[in-house]
């Protein structure tokens, strides 16, 4: 398969459905081919949800939806056991059963709930009355989030977040972005999105992000990008060597959808806000935000060791 028209494919089918937001679809896809997960960051009404499932359909995957709110109970995402009129013991699978989950509005979801998804982002597996089950393949979660200072929301734990591949922040729409909206709302009853790859494609792309080749310059480039947000005054946090390593696997599938053999540090320097914006903590006093961090890294790191 051609990793390049492939890509290329999916992004025509959803861009009928989606104004703008084109670097996100793309990295939402990205994550997909890297095997990874993605959170998606944005006020309500900003397509989060709508870009999630257009996506879904357009790779032919199983999707299913939860929605984050105080009350949502563990039971009601990964399912529960329970005994039938037999006296036989029975399990009921939940939506996380799937290939694509679309969390909405995790962050409003009480953290013992969001805490339990700790097994199924890194094992790809769920504990139900004692019994070990394998998620589907692929298993992609892609989990909303409202900023903040949105009233209900809480904040997400590290231990969490860093389960993710990407974090990908949605803005407002420009004003012919906004227009657009309105034209594909118009039309949305007539145009049905086009299946234009399957799930075993979808297989087969995750095998070859591992045949992209990644040379030592670029190895280096990425470690001393990460040590340098540890360095960094105005950073509590810095990244952990899990920001290394899904540089690398990204930035492979970034390489492969572009119809490359090879990761580039233009490539790292594209992912750094994605891979490191969920990762890293600054301090509150610093006058300096996270992304001020990483521009500042991306803008005065060396793309070559001086050692």
């Given at each position: 398969m051609d990793a390049k028209e492939a890509f290329q494919n999916v992004f025509s089918e959803v861009k009928?459905?989606?104004?703008?937001?084109e670097d996100i679809i793309k990295l939402m896809f990205i994550a997909i081919v890297a095997n990874g997960h993605a959170l998606l960051e944005g006020v309500p009404g900003v397509a989060k949800t709508t870009m999630s499932k257009t996506l879904a359909d357009a790779i032919s995957a199983d999707f299913d939806r939860i929605q984050g709110m105080p009350d949502l109970d563990i039971r009601d995402v990964i399912g529960f056991a329970y005994m039938d009129e037999n006296?036989?013991?029975?399990?009921?699978?939940?939506?996380?059963?799937?290939?694509?989950?679309?969390?909405?509005e995790l962050n409003r979801a009480p953290p013992k709930t969001t805490?339990?998804?700790?097994?199924?982002?890194?094992?790809?597996q769920v504990t139900?009355?004692?019994?070990?089950?394998p998620l589907m393949k692929p298993f992609i979660a892609l989990a909303t989030q409202n900023p903040l200072n949105i009233e209900g929301t809480t904040s997400l734990p590290k231990v969490l977040t860093d389960r993710f591949l990407?974090?990908?922040a949605v803005t407002y729409p420009d004003e012919a972005q906004e227009a657009?909206?309105?034209?594909?709302?118009?039309?949305?009853?007539?145009?049905?999105?086009k299946k234009v790859l399957g799930i075993n494609d979808i297989l087969e792309l995750q095998k070859g992000v591992k045949e992209v080749i990644i040379d030592d310059k670029v190895v280096s480039y990425i470690t001393r990008f990460v040590r340098a947000t540890r360095d960094d005054i105005h950073?509590?946090?810095?990244g952990s060597p899990r920001a290394d390593i899904s540089f690398?696997?990204?930035?492979?599938?970034?390489?492969?959808?572009?119809?490359?053999?090879?990761?580039?540090?233009?490539?790292?320097?594209?992912?750094?806000k994605p891979i490191l914006s969920h990762r890293i903590v600054v301090r509150s006093t610093g006058g300096i935000g996270v992304n001020g961090v990483i521009d500042g890294i991306a803008a005065t790191l060396p793309e070559e060791s001086s050692e």
């Open positions: 009928k459905h989606i104004a703008g937001n006296n036989d013991i029975k399990l009921k699978k939940g939506p996380i059963f799937t290939n694509i989950l679309l969390i909405d805490t339990a998804l700790l097994e199924a982002l890194e094992e790809r139900i009355s004692n019994q070990t089950l990407l974090r990908l657009e909206i309105l034209r594909i709302k118009e039309r949305e009853e007539k145009l049905e999105v950073v509590v946090m810095g690398m696997t990204a930035g492979k599938a970034k390489a492969l959808i572009e119809g490359r053999k090879e990761v580039t540090i233009e490539d790292i320097k594209f992912l750094a």
